[in-house]
């Protein structure tokens, strides 16, 4: 119960920080002129503090390790990319809330997926109707929610 509480704890701060990615990386963006570069730097701010704590607690990967780790595992590298710079090009023209919400959405069912068939080498938890329940509760709020923010982007 207490790792349980732990990892949600450390889970939960994660998440604060999702939304302020974009709106810091914007503020870098007006500063430097575009979403590109400023996304370039906050990936270099990130690379150096990852590596000073790696180098710190665990030395300096072997290229043999480097070697091992299967070419697809990189594709996050990619994909956290991607998600940075969408969090800066949009996030200032959608807000912050209606991009976590699609974010959410998205997040919740492709985690989902990954559980349900035990996708990319991950444990399999299978989907129960409590958890599916879930889901749909969640979703309906994020559809309630955006219909509102629809609503007065059409007015």
């Excluded at 300096?60 to 998600?83: D, E, H, K, N």
């Amino acid at each position: 119960m207490r790792s349980y509480l732990v990892l949600a704890a450390w889970s939960f701060l994660a998440g604060v920080g999702i939304p302020l990615i974009g709106v810091l990386n914007s503020g870098i963006a007006r500063s430097v002129g575009n979403p590109f570069a400023a996304t370039s730097i906050t990936f270099a701010v990130a690379m150096f503090a990852a590596a000073a704590i790696t180098v710190s607690l665990y030395g300096v990967p072997t290229f043999a390790q480097l070697r091992a780790t299967p070419v697809s595992g990189y594709g996050a590298g990619l994909l956290i990319g991607f998600y940075a710079l969408s969090a800066t090009v949009i996030i200032p023209r959608f807000g912050a809330a209606s991009f976590i919400a699609f974010i959410l959405i998205a997040q919740l069912l492709g985690s989902t997926l990954i559980d349900q068939f035990g996708l990319f080498g991950m444990v399999r938890r299978p989907v129960d109707a409590m958890r599916m329940a879930g889901l749909i509760i969640i979703v309906a709020g994020i559809a309630i929610m955006e219909l509102g923010n629809l609503r007065k982007a059409s007015a």
